[in-house]
């Protein structure tokens, strides 16, 4: 219990002097059954860069876990040994109503123990006996991230937004090369997130095997933050991060809830967001069809395709005519005998991007999972150009391509 736990130690270590790393004193939680492990804590903690800690000799139950959230502490330190499956019971207890950085320390280095304590809402996993400069480490973070508790970041990256007017439209790829480009051409901070779910294929585009996915980011929304946001991401070339869709199926539930907070959390952190939404229309309630969103519909020159994207033109797109942009994929100008007058007239307005039908380049590509923004080609040629009007910069001259990595 909470008012009666054994030992607790109500003296307060002595903050040292930490202005020079720009670390507060921090009021710590320390709470471990087992006596000699804790006090091996304590110890770590008194000559670390913490501020006040208060232990207690026995875990607390979960419907007390209210009244120790209203302690206000900076960090919760919790044992994971005594009772591994009740500590991570307790641990998601707290991480799900505090915002208060909650550490578990273990004599297991497991890596699979460490996944299960993340998904629990655990910020820091510390392993006995303790490596130097490990809890300094992690109070500094731990620091670090309490400003964003009490103060409302405003949102500032500018939202690129991909939707296929049909399935198979070639909205994934266009996602991942707009983003790769986007990326090296600006040298800001891009992140591409893969919300058509639960098939999102940017993974299988890029290359790449990512441990976490868009799926843990929604499940786990009510503790998104920026730290938490960075361990799912994987970092690819040029300067982007991606959010990959799971690679199994998953049944995720995508609450407008869960889907606005990915959102702002990526978009306070990132210059610019490219989302990949497939075909989605479940998504409009969220802030992705919000004001400030660019949209690219991308659609082919086929009666369906024009005809569902008159249809979503006429529903989401009439109020703002900017936010919009159509590009026409795998365009031929004698495609199935449609001139660009009657494309226009289907679409109700001109057509910003056409990108060449190159079946070879676009083969060649999916079967090597190398992206098309890493050679030259027609189509890279079209989306360097989208890229770079979307970060403002200049038309690309041909005299002066650069492609590749570097």
Not at 21 to 42: D, H, Y
Not at 117 to 146: K, N
Not at 284 to 302: C, I, K
Request: proline share 4%; with cysteine; hydrophobic share 40%.
């Amino acid at each position: 219990m909470l008012q009666t736990a054994r030992g607790i130690d109500s003296a307060m270590t002595s903050f040292q002097n930490t202005d020079a790393i720009g670390v507060n004193a921090l009021s710590i939680a320390l709470i471990g059954p087992e006596e000699q492990r804790r006090k091996a804590v304590a110890t770590a903690l008194a000559g670390s860069l913490s501020g006040m800690t208060r232990e207690f000799s026995s875990y607390p139950e979960l419907d007390e876990v209210p009244r120790l959230i209203e302690q206000n502490y900076d960090a919760i330190i919790v044992d994971l040994d005594a009772n591994p499956e009740y500590a991570l019971d307790l641990v998601e207890s707290i991480c799900g109503k505090s915002s208060a950085t909650v550490m578990v320390y273990s004599a297991q280095g497991d890596p699979e123990l460490m996944i299960r304590c993340m998904r629990a809402g655990a910020r820091e996993f510390l392993t006995q006996p303790f490596s130097s400069g490990a809890i300094d480490e992690a109070l500094v973070r731990a620091s670090a991230r309490r400003p964003a508790v009490h103060a409302t970041k405003k949102t500032g990256g500018k939202l690129f937004v991909f939707l296929g007017a049909k399935g198979g439209s070639g909205v994934t790829t266009l996602a991942c090369n707009f983003a790769i480009l986007l990326a090296r051409e600006s040298g800001h901070k891009t992140l591409l997130i893969d919300l058509d779910l639960p098939l999102g294929d940017i993974a299988l585009g890029l290359g790449i095997t990512a441990p976490y996915s868009t799926g843990d980011a929604l499940q786990n929304f009510s503790r998104l933050d920026s730290t938490f946001l960075s361990k799912l991401v994987v970092k690819y070339s040029s300067g982007l991060s991606v959010l990959t869709a799971p690679g199994k199926f998953t049944n995720v539930q995508a609450s407008k809830d869960a889907v606005d907070k990915l959102l702002a959390v990526a978009r306070q952190d990132f210059d610019y967001v490219v989302v990949d939404s497939g075909s989605r229309l479940d998504l409009t309630g969220t802030s992705l069809f919000e004001e400030d969103a660019m949209f690219y519909l991308v659609t082919q020159v086929g009666i369906p395709e024009l005809r569902n994207s008159n249809r979503l033109i006429s529903e989401f797109f009439t109020t703002d005519p900017t936010k919009l942009e159509i590009v026409v994929n795998r365009y031929s100008s004698s495609s199935l005998g449609v001139d660009e007058g009657q494309i226009t007239k289907a679409l109700t307005r001109p057509v910003q991007w056409r990108i060449p039908e190159d079946c070879a380049t676009a083969q060649r590509t999916q079967n090597t999972a190398t992206p098309l923004a890493l050679n030259d080609s027609p189509i890279s040629r079209v989306i360097l150009q989208m890229a770079r009007t979307a970060c403002g910069l200049p038309a690309h001259s041909e005299k002066k391509k650069r492609f590749g990595l570097f």
